[in-house]
């Protein structure tokens, strides 16, 4: 049954498509991440975390996003398999690396004064702009979605005392909360991530999903 669900999520239409957006979506999530972080308006829930981790341990990011997902992709295994493709595999691997790397260039290129807050809002708006649609982009594709996502999705299949959305604001305001336990950043790109990513993958998927099909 396993080895049937994994070849389904390759026997779509349009493979090639998606896994070329799903490249790109995975990369630009990442740089976007790595800007969230130097400019200091905060970051989404589940890299408030990380980084939190990150700075009391003193393992990279990407290391850390890497064992959180990890150790969350037990249970969406045991409960449903379904949830799991190659965009899961991409986004434990791939987001957190490529945003340590976006982060030291982004030092380097910082000058010793710091950035203005005429930069900072610059990046701020260009690079919340390109994570929405990214991310929109990375769940419209179907192939499969990070463990984080897949949590709260679980959770609310299996309770009808809270809705969906109910499930994953509680989810995200439980993680948020321990990242600015551990000394994370929260600010407006959280509030954005938070309230704006929701709307944004409808408004993304009613132009773009039949592109995929």
């Given at each position: 049954m396993k080895s049937k669900t994994i070849a389904m999520l390759f026997n779509r239409p349009r493979i090639g498509r998606r896994l070329a957006v799903l490249i790109t979506s995975l990369t630009v999530i990442g740089i976007c991440v790595a800007v969230f972080k130097s400019v200091g308006f905060g970051t989404d829930p589940c890299s408030t975390f990380t980084l939190g981790i990150s700075a009391r341990t003193g393992v990279s990011f990407g290391t850390?996003?890497?064992?959180?997902?990890?150790?969350?992709?037990?249970?969406?295994?045991?409960?449903?398999?379904?949830?799991?493709?190659?965009?899961?595999?991409?986004?434990?691997?791939?987001?957190?690396?490529?945003?340590?790397?976006?982060?030291?260039?982004?030092?380097?290129?910082?000058?010793?004064?710091?950035?203005?807050?005429?930069?900072?809002?610059?990046?701020?708006?260009?690079?919340?702009?390109?994570?929405?649609?990214?991310?929109?982009?990375?769940?419209?594709?179907?192939?499969?979605?990070a463990p984080y996502d897949a949590i709260p999705q679980l959770i609310a299949a299996r309770t009808n005392k809270l809705s969906p959305r109910s499930v994953r604001m509680l989810w995200d305001l439980s993680i948020l909360t321990i990242g600015f336990l551990l000394g994370s950043t929260i600010g407006l790109t959280t509030l954005i991530t938070g309230f704006c990513l929701g709307p944004a993958i409808a408004l993304v998927a009613g132009h773009v999903k039949d592109w995929f099909e």
């Open positions: 850390c996003q890497l064992v959180f997902n990890l150790l969350m992709f037990l249970p969406v295994i045991h409960l449903d398999l379904s949830r799991i493709g190659i965009g899961t595999v991409g986004n434990m691997v791939g987001v957190g690396y490529i945003a340590d790397f976006c982060m030291r260039v982004i030092d380097i290129w910082t000058p010793p004064e710091g950035l203005s807050m005429a930069v900072r809002v610059f990046m701020f708006a260009l690079s919340m702009a390109a994570f929405l649609v990214a991310a929109s982009f990375y769940m419209v594709v179907d192939l499969g979605v």
